[in-house]
Structures are given as C-alpha cells and as structure tokens.
C-alpha cells in the first residue's frame, strides 16, 4: 500500500527527547516500511525515517507547543500537500488535520492519542465516518464507545533500541511531563515513605508545567528527591534501565502511557496506580505492581525488586513490539480502503510520478 503518515509539528520523528506519539510514529513507519508498504511522512523539523519525507516547518516549533496556530497551519499545509500525493490511505496523527477528512480523495485512519470525552468526544462524533478511528487501548475506548471506531492498537516500541539491563540500581525513576494528572508530587511522597531515592526527568517548557512544578514538585525536592532536567534519548535509556523501578501514579484515564513499555523493554518493571491503560500493559506481579490507592505504592516500591527483568522484556518483545503494531495498523488500512469509496482512484496511477518529485529523500 501507499501510505500518507502525517505526525504533529510539534517534535522531530523520531523525537530527540520527549514526544511519545513522534516515537510511536517513527516505529510504525519503521515496521511497515520493513513490510513492504510505501510510506510519505508529513511532519516538521529534520528528516530522520526511512519515509519520504514532507516538512511543514524547517524546525519543529516546539517552544509554541499549545498555541493554536502552528497546529491548523501545519494541518493546511499537510492538505496541500496531500493533493499532490498518489496514496491509497492517509494516517492523521494530528488535532487539526481530521477536518480535511471530507474533503479528501482516499480514506483518513486517524489515531486518538488523547482524549476521547467531553469536547474531544464531540469532535469525533462531528467527524463522524469521514475518519475511521483507532483507540491505543480498550479503556480509551470504552469512554467513547459510540465513536466510529475502526480498532485497538496498541501503541509499541521498538525493542532492539532499548538497552537490557538485569541488575538494577537502588533508586526509584518517574519520567513525563509535569502535569498533576501524571502525579509526579505522589511519585515523590512515594519513594520518600518506602525510603528510595527518586529521580524525575521530565518536560518542562509550558507555562501550565511551571504552576504545577513550582506548587507540587520543587518544595519536595531533596537530597533525595532529585529533578534531573529533560532527558534526552540517551540519557532516557540510561536512566531507564538503571532505576529499580519505575513509578506511574498518574490521576486520570490516561489512554496509554508510552513510558511504561519504554521501561519494561529495559528490563524495569512498573509501579502504577490503577487507572486508564495501565491493566492492559502491565502484569501485576509479573511486570510490575498495580494498586488502587497512594499509601499502597511504598510497599510496591520496594517489592519491585523482586521481579524478574526479563519478563519485563519479553512483554514488550510479545505484544508491544513495532511489528505487532505494524500488523495490527496494517489490518485497519485494508479494512477501511476496501469499505469506503475512493473518488478519482483513475486518476493515482498518473499522478505517481509528481509525488515522488514531491518528497524529498532522507539524506
């Protein structure tokens, strides 16, 4: 198949440091790729997939990340594109870009990476079936179970990039944005009650992770409660697969949570409260430990030390891993295209040439 992949503005594919759907983007082309299927990637920044790729901006413009702006003229831009393009299905990873649903000539996949309730809820049942939607999990999607869903796909990893490692350091890692639904403050009353150090790597660029660092997060911080900056890549994979575990109490139905699968394909298990995905990824007792309220994450803390890093491991590699997803997307493609009209099908087999002048390879 000829797959349009278009990702947010907002980071780098694959992502230089934080940004779990630029990863979750960067794998899943990756894995098609491999399976044979031709992949146009619109996105913004560098070039850094085995796509061709389109950019929207020549920098990503990260520090404008919640203006409205970028995001409805990256989506614009992305359309325009599109006209110039031979595909047989476009994946929307956007907000904005769904709107031109209607307007195209192929089928839209889009990708529901936040919310699905209250207002987002709304949007998706406007669009109606002019988009064929794919929740990450099942929580997300029994919060909207009306919307025109097309699948579950978990999101994935690919697991070779991770580093193994079986012996573990003593302290305890939270890692994410700061925002109080990820529970960064009850990460740290956590470690501190079970007597782990912590330490938090996180983004920290929005005027709403401020308020909620400078309230919550910096009057804990400590000798053993230490904020280590934003990590990159490397520095996220070392800091991965060194902590004894790593802590996951968000407050809110979050849909996925790429970190905890980041975490397990290094061999660390996961301390999680129960709440959204987190029963779909990990294995109490096996992968890590889910509880139901704060008072039980010291206890968990420290029981964490007993597991076995290669289960971890192993369930990223058997139900996480880049070509599971790959497979599962590629089910979804050839369900939708072969259920919704194409108009001016005719008319691809023309226009190929022009859309490979389009794209620009990857240097």
Partial sequence: MRILMVAPPWYDVPPLGYGGIESMVAGLVAGLTRRGHDITLIGAGRAGTSARFLSTYGRAPSERIGEPLPEVLHAAKA???????????????????????????????????????????????????????????????????????AGVVHN???????????????????????????????????ARAAGRRILLAGKLTEKIE??????????????????????????????????????????WEEPFGMVMIE??????PVVALCRGAVPEVVVDGVTGFIRSDPSELPAAIEAAGTLDP?????????????????????????????????????DSDRNAGESRDLAMPVN
Wanted: charged share 25%; net charge negative; with cysteine.
């Fill in 79 to 149: 359309y325009a594109m599109t006209s110039k393009l031979v595909v047989d299905v476009i994946h929307d990873h956007t907000l904005a870009g769904p709107l031109t649903a209607p307007a195209q000539t192929v089928p839209t996949v889009i990708t529901c990476h936040g919310e699905v309730g209250g207002e987002f809820g709304e949007y998706y049942r406007v669009l109606g079936t002019a988009v064929s939607m794919v929740a990450i999990s099942e929580a997300q999607r029994r919060i909207a179970p009306d919307l025109n869903w």
């Fill in 263 to 268: 975490a397990m394909a290094c061999g660390t």
């Fill in 210 to 251: 401020y308020d909620y660092f400078d309230e919550y997060v910096r009057p804990r911080l400590g000798a053993d409660a230490e904020y280590v900056g934003e990590a990159d890549t490397t520095r996220k994979h070392e800091l991965l697969a060194a902590a004894r575990c790593l802590i996951f109490p968000i407050v």
């Fill in 156 to 190: 994935a990893v690919d697991v070779t990039a991770f580093p193994f490692r079986e012996h573990k350091e003593d302290w305890a890692l939270w890692l994410g944005r700061f925002n109080e639904d990820k529970g960064a403050h009850l990460a740290i009353d956590a």
């Fill in 310 to 346: 290669r289960a971890c491991r192993s369930r990223v590699e058997r139900f996480f891993g880049v070509e599971v997803m790959a497979r599962a997307y590629e089910a979804i493609y050839r369900r939708t295209i072969a259920g919704l009209p194409r108009r001016a099908r005719e």
